[in-house]
């Protein structure tokens, strides 16, 4: 902990500019991410870098999953490759607006 708490007396926000969701938004509404970098954060406030890594690496974890959506597009493949798997084994039929044919209309 410094003894000196420089940024509050020369009035300025380093952390604002370090964090990538705390930046200014359009319209004033917080980023999407914003509550999981915060989350992320307040752990790791204090600890040390390798105490932070290792006793918040669930906020951190929930962090990159809300930035990169890998767990999401992953579970996504793995659908789409079952769905796949059971066309080709004649178990599924996907409706006609599926396979890009237009709805007949009345």
Do not use: N
Request: proline share 7%.
């Amino acid at each position: 902990m410094p003894f000196w708490d420089l940024q509050k007396q020369l009035g300025i926000d380093v952390d604002s500019w370090l964090l990538r969701q705390s930046m200014p938004q359009p319209h004033r509404r917080a980023a999407l991410c914003h509550a999981f970098e915060r989350e992320w954060v307040e752990c790791g406030h204090g600890l040390g870098q390798t105490r932070a890594r290792r006793e918040c690496q669930p906020e951190y974890e929930d962090f990159m999953e809300c930035m990169q959506r890998t767990k999401l597009a992953k579970r996504l493949h793995t659908i789409l490759e079952q769905r796949d798997k059971m066309i080709k084994e004649g178990k599924y039929t996907p409706p006609d607006y599926h396979k890009g044919k237009e709805d007949t209309r009345p």
